[in-house]
């Protein structure tokens, strides 16, 4: 039985042909081995774990005495009998076993587990696939020049598959696509990894060039419905040197304004092919626009620094928001702290005076006492905050505003220090009337307010047993 010889990477395989060679004195033996050096392919997913077979072949053996198991039937990827246009079969048609390839029961033709004949001619035919017809072409040509591949550059796929990274202007990611992997796999061929013989056939047969001109031969011509093909299904933009080289000399002399990541985007050209390429070229632009964008933030910087020296000299705390507004537009906050750290390091202004020049909750108590209204709104507060003291945040005015109210339930989220108290300190200054409305706080007239302990929490509650101090 020769399915023994069948261990596609084995080097028993080899050794045991030769062998046969010299006790029966028959050359040629080693040519039915399908063996290849280790140093090409990977040894996953090449050859079934089960038998498949051709029935019509069997029959038509049969007639003429010569029943035998092709080789190229025990690659995986071999789906149909080229001769008849049949599908292999892989289970006993009699008992539906899968046989394995090699069995002590074996026999060539028949089941080893019914040993019922294995052959027959009631198979309709039908027309192969370009992919089926592919991959029988290629597998046969890889079983006749097996010997030949041995003695080849080892490196030669390499080689092979990153010219056609350059021939065509490919990213691993497109190419690991054609092959059914990701980019990931691509790169670990281009650092020597052995491509699986399904993967190789996938990217044989996207590219137009055969297994073996990947393995042995270097390629450095194009195929044009290769070429057809990437413009079918990609958006890259194909371009010859010539004309690549000129548009990047037009973006050098613009002098940094285009990043070359946005010149590949707009042009549909692969980052890293340039950068292989022309890799002069692509240095020069990758520093003049980081140049470019050094001296676009140190503009950008001064023009904040300006904007917080007008809001200092206004006597108005530069918050991000307030520099926004002097500028008009918005900034990034990276930048404002850079301006503002320039600044401090100049010591002109100390910002932090100025910053605690007058807290909020003061501005909202002058802004109460100046209205003398029995009802102010929210909105008549930050009304008159906004046009006395600049640019102040509303959210943190509406904080104060609650944190000063000594009725609203809420006001104890926002105290720093929130102790068992009547409501005597310099915080209770308002009370709220509802719907937005507040009026100073009185305490006669709206009783004495402060905050207890109520299930282990403090809550704002109306104090009935605190005795006024005046009327004493």
């Given at each position: 039985?020769?399915?023994?010889?069948?261990?596609?990477?084995?080097?028993?395989?080899?050794?045991?042909?030769?062998?046969?060679?010299?006790?029966?004195?028959?050359?040629?033996?080693?040519?039915?081995?399908?063996?290849?050096?280790?140093?090409?392919?990977?040894?996953?997913?090449?050859?079934?774990?089960?038998?498949?077979?051709?029935?019509?072949?069997?029959?038509?053996?049969?007639?003429?005495?010569?029943?035998?198991?092709?080789?190229?039937?025990?690659?995986?990827?071999?789906?149909?009998?080229?001769?008849?246009?049949?599908?292999?079969?892989?289970?006993?048609?009699?008992?539906?076993?899968?046989?394995?390839?090699?069995?002590?029961?074996?026999?060539?033709?028949?089941?080893?587990?019914?040993?019922?004949?294995?052959?027959?001619?009631?198979?309709?035919?039908?027309?192969?696939?370009?992919?089926?017809?592919?991959?029988?072409?290629?597998?046969?040509?890889?079983?006749?020049?097996?010997?030949?591949?041995?003695?080849?550059?080892?490196?030669?796929?390499?080689?092979?598959?990153?010219?056609?990274?350059?021939?065509?202007?490919?990213?691993?990611?497109?190419?690991?696509?054609?092959?059914?992997?990701?980019?990931?796999?691509?790169?670990?061929?281009?650092?020597?990894?052995?491509?699986?013989?399904?993967?190789?056939?996938?990217?044989?047969?996207?590219?137009?060039?055969?297994?073996l001109e990947l393995l042995t031969k270097e390629i450095n011509y194009p195929n044009k419905e290769f070429f057809d093909f990437l413009e079918r299904t990609t958006n890259k933009r194909h371009i010859n040197d010539f004309d690549l080289k000129a548009l990047l000399n037009e973006v050098i002399n613009s002098k940094g304004e285009m990043?070359?990541?946005?010149?590949?985007?707009?042009?549909?050209?692969?980052?890293?092919?340039?950068?292989?390429?022309?890799?002069?070229?692509?240095?020069?632009?990758?520093?003049?626009?980081?140049?470019?964008?050094?001296?676009?933030?140190?503009?950008?910087?001064?023009?904040?620094?300006?904007?917080?020296?007008?809001?200092?000299?206004?006597?108005?705390?530069?918050?991000?928001?307030?520099?926004?507004?002097?500028?008009?537009?918005?900034?990034?906050?990276?930048?404002?702290?850079?301006?503002?750290?320039?600044?401090?390091?100049?010591?002109?202004?100390?910002?932090?005076?100025?910053?605690?020049?007058?807290?909020?909750?003061?501005?909202?108590?002058?802004?109460?006492?100046?209205?003398?209204?029995?009802?102010?709104?929210?909105?008549?507060?930050?009304?008159?905050?906004?046009?006395?003291?600049?640019?102040?945040?509303?959210?943190?005015?509406?904080?104060?505003?609650?944190?000063?109210?000594?009725?609203?339930?809420?006001?104890?989220?926002?105290?720093?220090?929130?102790?068992?108290?009547?409501?005597?300190?310099?915080?209770?200054?308002?009370?709220?009337?509802?719907?937005?409305?507040?009026?100073?706080?009185?305490?006669?007239?709206?009783?004495?307010?402060?905050?207890?302990?109520?299930?282990?929490?403090?809550?704002?509650?109306?104090?009935?047993?605190?005795?006024?101090?005046?009327?004493?």
């Open positions: 039985n020769h399915n023994v010889l069948n261990a596609f990477f084995s080097h028993f395989s080899k050794d045991a042909s030769n062998v046969l060679e010299q006790m029966t004195s028959v050359n040629g033996l080693t040519s039915i081995v399908p063996y290849i050096h280790k140093n090409y392919l990977s040894r996953k997913e090449v050859h079934r774990v089960n038998l498949a077979w051709c029935p019509i072949c069997f029959e038509e053996g049969l007639k003429s005495g010569q029943v035998y198991e092709k080789l190229i039937w025990n690659f995986k990827d071999v789906e149909i009998c080229k001769e008849h246009g049949v599908k292999l079969i892989q289970k006993c048609p009699n008992c539906n076993s899968s046989l394995k390839v090699l069995s002590w029961r074996s026999r060539v033709g028949y089941c080893d587990k019914c040993h019922c004949w294995l052959g027959s001619k009631n198979y309709k035919s039908i027309e192969p696939s370009e992919w089926d017809n592919w991959v029988y072409k290629n597998i046969e040509d890889l079983l006749f020049n097996s010997r030949n591949i041995d003695h080849m550059d080892d490196h030669q796929f390499q080689i092979n598959l990153r010219n056609i990274i350059d021939l065509y202007n490919i990213s691993c990611r497109r190419l690991g696509m054609l092959c059914g992997q990701n980019q990931a796999i691509v790169r670990n061929w281009l650092n020597g990894s052995k491509p699986t013989l399904h993967n190789l056939l996938h990217l044989s047969h996207k590219s137009g060039y055969t297994v990043s070359l990541n946005k010149f590949c985007e707009e042009n549909k050209i692969n980052f890293h092919s340039i950068q292989r390429k022309f890799p002069i070229e692509a240095q020069i632009i990758i520093q003049n626009y980081e140049t470019n964008m050094k001296s676009e933030k140190c503009q950008k910087i001064n023009n904040i620094k300006r904007a917080i020296y007008n809001l200092l000299d206004r006597k108005v705390y530069p918050s991000l928001m307030a520099v926004n507004n002097e500028l008009g537009y918005r900034i990034d906050v990276y930048n404002y702290n850079s301006a503002r750290k320039i600044i401090q390091d100049e010591k002109k202004y100390n910002t932090r005076e100025i910053k605690n020049q007058l807290p909020v909750w003061q501005m909202v108590k002058e802004a109460v006492i100046s209205l003398d209204y029995k009802a102010i709104s929210y909105a008549d507060i930050k009304k008159y905050i906004l046009e006395h003291y600049g640019t102040v945040n509303e959210d943190t005015i509406t904080q104060a505003i609650i944190v000063c109210s000594v009725n609203l339930t809420n006001r104890i989220y926002y105290l720093k220090k929130c102790s068992i108290r009547s409501a005597n300190g310099q915080y209770d200054l308002l009370y709220s009337l509802g719907r937005g409305l507040v009026t100073l706080y009185d305490p006669v007239k709206h009783g004495y307010w402060g905050i207890e302990t109520a299930n282990g929490k403090p809550v704002v509650k109306l104090l009935d047993d605190v005795v006024n101090p005046d009327l004493e």
